[in-house]
């Protein structure tokens, strides 16, 4: 792991050297120039002082230069194809650092990342967590907290924490291995039918106000 950090460093920090490189370009040719605008100086007296293009003095050696400035077009694509692939490489190599860290977390840990982790790192932690459950590696009381925090996310009380399908999978298992409860079976079966009550956003005074209740979908796995 170390050594593909190391090669994303050194990629990217070689594809920004070429890139600045390759933009400060170099100089061609051996005609005197103004330095601000390229203007070719060629057969004006030591009498002129600024010159006659943009107004920039060129008394000193700060003022011109030597040729005409071209930037390397072909080393600042080799820069920017270094600093991509090194932006890759070090994306990939945390991604996979962050899966071995998720791996070998405490079972606390990443109850703690669901709970408070929204995104990938929540769901890779539930699905370690779901994993260590078909495996028998949670205690009774891990167990217990990890079947009730689904259920309470299955019924949309517990705030942060949108719903996966994970969840259901999780679910699914632990009702397949006898962990649920009847009391909890049964929530576990009323909440997999989610519906939505609406209702008209103007009423006038004195008329009957209806309630509709629309199917929105179910929150148990198929298999």
Do not use: N
């Not at 792991?1 to 090669?7: C, E, G, P, S």
């Not at 000193?60 to 071209?70: D, L, N, P, Q, Y």
């Not at 600042?76 to 994306?91: E, H, P």
């Not at 929204?118 to 539930?126: I, Q, R, Y």
Request: proline fraction near 2%; charge should be negative; hydrophobic fraction near 45%.
């Amino acid at each position: 792991m170390t050594v593909w950090i190391t090669v994303s460093a050194l990629g990217v920090v070689l594809g920004a050297v070429l890139l600045v490189f390759g933009w400060r370009g170099k100089r061609v040719g051996e005609v005197l120039r103004c330095r601000g605008c390229e203007f070719d100086l060629t057969g004006l007296g030591d009498q002129v002082q600024a010159c006659p293009e943009c107004g920039r003095s060129i008394a000193g050696e700060k003022g011109v230069a030597i040729g005409t400035h071209r930037r390397r077009f072909g080393m600042m694509a080799i820069g920017a194809l270094f600093l991509v692939c090194g932006v890759l490489v070090g994306t990939g190599a945390a991604a996979s650092q962050r899966g071995l860290l998720i791996q070998h977390a405490p079972s606390w840990a990443l109850m703690h990342l669901v709970q408070s982790s929204g995104g990938v790192t929540g769901s890779d932690a539930l699905t370690e967590l779901k994993d260590r459950l078909m495996r028998g590696e949670l205690s009774a009381s891990q167990q217990d907290a990890l079947i009730a925090l689904a259920l309470d996310v299955q019924g949309d009380l517990v705030p942060g924490i949108a719903w996966h399908p994970e969840w259901s999978e999780l679910l699914h298992e632990a009702l397949g291995m006898g962990l649920l409860s009847w009391e909890d079976e049964g929530r576990y079966y009323e909440q997999s039918l989610v519906y939505t009550p609406r209702i008209r956003e103007k009423v006038i005074a004195g008329r009957e106000v209806y309630l509709t209740v629309e199917f929105a979908g179910v929150r148990y796995a198929s298999a």
